[in-house]
């Protein structure tokens, strides 16, 4: 009989009691939040799916949830092909190993990850902005100047404009990554393919690409996830949740943070802010179910 | 015949990675310089470095009036490094309880954690105010350090975990037949084991501390509790034209992470090849 | 087919230098084996003629052209890495196949290719399965079977019975060496084991430091080794050495008073002898009789037996504190503190000068090298 494992409840305590409170608990609740109603004095009452019924049916309302949604993927959608296949890219070049001042590439590509978003959004506005000439400056300078326009202004341009001011600070991460991942794949291997008499591009698409497979594959799920939580730098670059020039830019945070918060004319409701909140968990558990369900049981890891 | 064995020649290579290197460092060369000179010279001239005709610290001056920079830095760093703190240290703890002791439940609890890392927290915003205010936490550094230690300990867990699984039980056993404590095995053996791992954890968890806009927005935004992030966000909001003093402060909101990073960076990368994200 | 030859072949990295000096021919058919402690360069030198590193001198020929820069494609050879190097993710049949493709083969002319090999290697059974599916040996064969199928004019293996246990080690030995003679190839076959070399090369480079220190057949480094070094690399239990003093040349070889005591005589060609010369003889533990039998004696403690069955390894302490190590008969008890006295036979020893070099044996595997040496002269004249 042994005597009570104290020390265990003494190491998983402190953790799981802060995680539970702060984060598992809220969650949960926010879930729970989302099928009551509050009224003007702050006093709660059940109501079933009528929340939910509200976003859906409420003209305002769902072609606001429908846009953010769309929104979001579209934000998704462009990250992936620009975001990811220039990591890779970058990341390639990086472990070639024939390179020197390898560290210098890495230190410098990855220095945007550490800015707060705050700087980035404002520097972008600045260098993008007609009015200081910088951005106009620089594309005259290649000759470009007749495409210059206040692309953050512009409906059809600012998702664009702001998913790469997203790319140029976020790539330093899938680009470490997968540059991790593949000096870790032994020389020996790439020796027996160059003796095997395959071309570097070959050798590339055929046996370093697919090793890395599942690094790739944590590269989309961390993307995902991450673009669909997006919220500050369309915060910091229109100085506010409203979502850009006709909700060009409005993607499921700020749209959350409408709604919980109130904006402009429009009044802040806790439970319907709770409901939003619910609806993008479903959508990311959505997002990685499918992920894990189609994807990752595929994937072989490699033991070297 | 000569071939190369690389998928370009090296004088390529260095191209591709000079102009990205080149994009990705321009936008805060260009920041950093004309923080420095006069507001004539930099609508003139934006691109050129400041000479001693132009070079002004009337941004500077205005920020260090006008708002509680130096507050703001002491409130990020507190609440950077204290959140820090708790997430390495209970992280490890718990990295520990679930990798090396089996009970019933462990996986259930594993699979709690695990959940963590793919639901954002903020989806939990709503319920935390609240707890927040009842327990009259609200514009209180305490409210940013809990929430950001339980956003960090997810990730922290699991990766510690990893790096514990790895070590040999050789010298666990070892330790355990000198009758030593678990508590004693814990700190005295296993942690020193792991420092790789903690130097990762640390640097992945600080940076969306640092720089988050979010929380310090909803759960702290006076100004006496302000971090340096929604210090500088609020301080352009109100002195837009301002461009001497906003470019003066968001290079003072740069140049400390900046300058730590080039201290750190060799271990950081070290940290993230070093297998830890698996 | 072959016909590879390397001209004056030196490495350096930077300022290090690795190898240096390295001639070697390699004719068609040949079973070279480049032998040597760690660090003595032979990996290096392997890589070199595989064309994985550049040859910083010297020259690289083959049949007659200068390959140098030729990738290893172009040079027609073919590679066993010493762990194997399998692609994980690719199954045995195309592991096989990929360097087939990468040269543009048919489909067709693939799969022939293959099938033959995998039957030659008995892995046919495999060829739909992962590496990570397949034990040690069965993986030793998949990357034999990948350089089978390119039909290159040469072989290159890089320690390949490393990782492998050691009755695996001696099953799979005997089957390249079978197979050199199937396929009537030629190889260059790396190893720091002096059994694989004896038992698989007909030729044998001793590599040391960066550079060779014998080329020759195995009887050949076995009966007459140019150098000391030679001398206790090859054979095992390392041959004995014995500090001594020239006292007297004569015609049939020189007798030396040992620093133990005792007096041997050993025959060798003696015109760089002179007395008074500090030597070291040579006398290898199967030379050395139990027993009075042999002219040469020797006598000793017995310190160590260690028993094998059918043999003994006994270890005698001389009277100057050296040790010597023979084989004894398996049946003869030995006491640890015996005393006993060992002989050996004055052709069956060898000598060495104060600088290593070994003095040419006149009777090495008990024929006369006399008149063979006159022949080479004469014929030479």
Redesign the interface.
Known sequence: MNKFPWHLVVFLAPAFIIYGVFSALPLADTLRLSIFTEDSFGVRSFLGWGNYEFVFQDALMSQAFWNALWVNCKFFFINMIIQNPIALLLAALLATGRIRGVAFYRTAIFLPTLLSVVIVGFVWKLMLSPVWGVGETLMAMVGLEDYFGPWLGMPESSLITVSLISVWQYIGLPMILIYAALIGIPDELLDAAYVDGSKPLRTFFAIQLPLIYPTLGLVTILTFVGNFNAFDLMYSVYSGAGGGPEQSVDVLGTFFYRTFFGFASQIGSTTMGATVASLMFLVICVGVGLYFYFVQRRLLRHQF | ????????R?AL??A???S??V???F??F??IINSFKSKRA??ND??ALPTPATFSLVGYEKVLQESEVLTFFANSLIVTLVSLL?IL???A??A???SE?K?RGNRW?YF??G??I???????????L??MVSLNLTNTLTALI??Y???G??LA?FILAEFMNQIPKDLKEAARCDSV???KI?AQIIVPLIRPAIATVAVFSM?PI?????FPLILAPGSSTQT??LG??QF??QYTTNWNA?LAS?SL??LP??GL??VF??Q??RG??S?A?K | MANVSLHKIGKLYGKTRVLSDINLTIDEGDFVVLVGPSGCGKSTLLRMMAGLEPITEGELQMEGERVNHWTPSERKIAMVFQSYALYPHMSVYKNMAFGLKANKLGKDAIATRIQHAARILKIDALLERLPKELSGGQRQRVAIGRAIVREPRLFLFDEPLSNLDAALRVQTRLEISKLHQQLRATIVYVTHDQVEAMTLGNKIVVLNDGAIAQTGSPLELYQQPATEFVATFIGSPTMNLLPGQIKAIDADGCTIVLSCGGEVTVNVLTEQAAVGDRVKVGIRSEHLAEDDSHDQRLYGKVSLVEHLGEVNFIYLTLADGQELVLRGDGNRAVAIGEELVVSARAADCYLFDQHGQAFLRRYPGNMLIEPKLAALSASQA
């Open positions: 015949m000569i071939r190369l064995r690389n998928l370009a090296p290579v260095h591709v990675l000079l990205y290197t994009l990705a460092l936008p805060i260009l920041v930099i609508f934006p691109l708790l240290t209970f992280g703890m718990a520990w309880g679930l002791y009970f609890l709690i954690m959940f963590g793919m639901v954002p927290i903020r989806l939990g915003t709503v319920s935390i609240s707890t809990l929430v230690t339980a956003q300990l997810p867990v404590s678990e508590y814990f940076i640092w720089n988050d806009l979010w340096i992030t500088v966000q352009i909001g906003v968001l909101a740069v992470v900046v990073y080039f960076s060799r950081l990368i993230i090849t297998g994200v």
